[in-house]
């Protein structure tokens, strides 16, 4: 099959498009060879992508070694914990159709033939996994890799820690200046994704587990010296992956055939089984959606029934971070205990050109004849601060093999019989809501609590920080969904407030925005529909009785029917005000506005609503 590229390099119409391209370092004995996109998120402003500069120019050298030709760009990413707890958090969830959109527009605009993903945060390795199957190139992850956790003495006993401790630590009512400086000095010591199960590592998790990114890639330190090899390797199979499709004819390589239905039940069974971020479900849907897939919030319940909670990292577990996961044998020992619980499809291509069953075998460290994994999975952290890649080689003394009781169980020992994450359903949220069900107290599994309502989450702040929500209430956050913020915010900082001031286990907070991966306790996300789009979420009002029951899966306002009628009547009476924030004055740029409009609930991954895109299309035809 001919090369994408050929547009764009052959034949006497592209002579001065090959003079351009020769204009950007191309050497003319290179036309002919795969073009390899290297979509890049580098950027000074996230800890995640922060050393990822110079690693394109490494994946270029290694792309062109291996018979590629290298060609670079950029796109943006957000930091969701800069942008947390302000009104700059609405510009996350957009941000990742926008970088999506950036991938599409470089690689087809100049038609390249492959493409390798340099991701890490929150949103840029869903957008790129979205990018992928939309293009549906051959494709390969790697990305900037976990941050080390953090260590520091705090009232009298040495605390290891992640960027997640500072709100509880500075949050404390008794908390002092030292403390505040110490923990700020101590929760983030080097480059890399925040060190927890947050949303950022359970993508990276999750696009090891779907077999896009090479072992590891999940769970090996930015810090560390393999993690080099990992990019090395990435970038020669990218070039092999582009022979294998267009020269071979192996379609198997293409991000559609791995983010296939059997491989999207894969990354749910992860998540589930890590107790990844809810972000997963919003993003997994998107890729669903991108990928042609006719995936569901129902299949996530499905798998979060019958897959158990194999794995338990900050926040739902205290002071286990990801190098933790990764000294137990990261993403492929998860893998291997799904295989041989018979929970995960053996079968589906990956990027490296077999299924992961074959080689989730080769790396399962509990095999003592699997040295290189041994090896691989022996990667720790330095401790010693630093914002370069690949600075250090410090490795575990002894691996956890302990399935039993270790950081990785065996279904045997599972945490829990059922998925970290659960999607319910009720009155309140007839399309869904979800929780991470893995941080959840064992004693508010089943709870009733009274409404405290707030339009935005700022109100809902000063509703906690002033004493008005106590104990035995559920704080209720609406108009913060795809297209009430818009953006869909991430409420973590109502919910890390709450745990601040004593509450964490006694209060719960449901909202039509989402949660941070850090988010724990019961905190009830993706209400859909949304207040903004006539959800009953809408309708609450103080004081009003709201029962939360996680094992079946259920949440209940308690208000009936009549009642609901006659508010929905007097709300449909408010005309143009109705479905609106009555009493909030919130700037929304033209472009914010835009995603607004366009995002599908989130039930639906909070993606681009075509259908609505195929009726205003109808619409502007008639008008
Ligand atoms: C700030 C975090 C930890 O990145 C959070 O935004 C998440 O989604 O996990
Ligand atoms: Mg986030």
Not at 11 to 39: Q, Y
Request: proline share 4%; hydrophobic share 40%; charged share 25%.
């Amino acid at each position: 099959m001919k090369l994408r590229s050929d547009r764009v390099t052959v034949g006497p119409m592209n002579t001065g498009v090959r003079a351009l391209w020769r204009a950007t370092g191309t050497a003319p004995e290179e036309f002919g060879r795969p073009i390899i996109g290297i979509a890049n998120s580098f950027t000074e402003m996230v800890p995640g992508h922060v050393h990822l500069q110079a690693l394109g120019r490494l994946v270029a050298k290694e792309i062109r070694a291996a018979g590629g030709v290298p060609k670079e760009f950029n796109t943006i990413a957000v930091d969701d914990g800069i942008a947390m707890g302000h009104e700059g958090m609405m510009y996350s969830l957009p941000s990742r159709e926008i970088i999506a959109d950036a991938v599409e527009y470089m690689a087809n605009a100049h038609a390249v033939d492959a493409l390798i993903c340099l991701s890490n945060c929150d949103k840029i390795t869903p957008a790129m996994l979205m990018a992928a199957n939309r293009l549906n190139i051959p494709t390969i992850f790697v990305s900037g890799g976990p941050m080390e956790s953090g260590k520091f003495d705090y009232r009298g006993k040495t605390r290891r820690i992640d960027a997640i401790d500072t709100i509880y630590v500075a949050g404390a009512p008794d908390a002092t200046q030292a403390e505040i400086d110490a923990v700020e000095e101590s929760a983030c010591p080097t480059c890399g994704s925040c060190a927890l199960m947050g949303t950022a590592n359970s993508m990276n998790c999750l696009t090891e587990a779907l077999g896009l990114a090479l072992p590891g890639n999940g769970t090996i330190v930015a810090t560390h010296t393999d993690r080099e090899d990992l990019f090395r390797k990435a970038a020669h199979r990218i070039v092999g992956m582009a022979h294998a499709y267009y020269r071979d004819g192996d379609d198997s390589v293409l991000p559609r055939a791995i983010c296939s239905r059997e491989g999207l039940e894969n990354a749910v069974r992860m998540t589930m089984a890590i107790g990844g971020s809810t972000n997963t479900i919003l993003h997994l849907l998107a890729v669903a959606q991108e990928s042609g897939v006719d995936f569901t919030i129902d299949d996530f319940d499905r798998i979060s029934r019958e897959t158990p909670c194999l794995c338990k990292v900050s926040p739902s577990a205290h002071e286990v971070f990801i190098e933790d996961m990764h000294r137990a044998g990261g993403v492929m020992a998860v893998v291997s205990e799904l295989l041989k619980a018979g929970l995960y499809n053996r079968d589906n291509p990956t990027a490296l050109g077999k299924p992961v069953a074959e080689y989730a075998a080769e790396w399962d460290i509990t095999d003592p004849a699997n040295d290189e994994a041994r090896r691989l999975f022996s990667a720790g952290p330095g401790g010693i601060r630093s914002i370069r890649a690949f600075s250090q080689s410090s490795r575990f003394r002894e691996l956890d093999t302990d399935r039993a009781t270790g950081v990785i169980r065996d279904a045997d020992h599972a945490f829990t019989a059922e998925g970290g994450l659960a999607v319910l359903r009720g009155n309140l949220a007839p399309d869904s809501c979800v929780v991470k069900s893995a941080g959840v107290p064992e004693n508010l599994w089943q709870f009733r609590g009274t409404a405290i309502v707030s339009e935005s989450m700022e109100e809902a702040l000063e509703k906690i920080r002033n004493g008005t929500v106590q104990a035995g209430h559920v704080v209720v956050i609406r108009h913060e969904g795809p297209r009430g913020g818009p953006g869909m915010r991430e409420m973590l900082t109502p919910t890390g407030m709450l745990k601040a001031v004593g509450l964490g286990d006694k209060a719960a907070l449901i909202t039509d925005g989402r949660f941070s991966g850090a988010t724990s306790g019961l905190s009830v996300g993706h209400v859909s529909p949304e207040a903004a789009s006539g959800g009953v979420i809408g309708l609450v009002e103080d004081g009003d009785p709201i029962e939360f029951d996680i094992p079946n899966r259920r949440v209940h306002l308690d208000v009936s029917d009549e009642e609901l009628d006659r508010r929905r009547a007097e709300m449909n009476a408010r005309g143009d005000k109705a479905w609106r924030p009555v009493n909030r004055v919130r700037q929304v740029s033209t472009s914010l506005r835009i995603f607004g409009l366009m995002a599908a609930s989130a039930d639906k991954g909070g993606a681009r609503d075509t259908e609505k895109l195929d009726r205003l299309e109808r619409a502007a035809i008639k008008a």
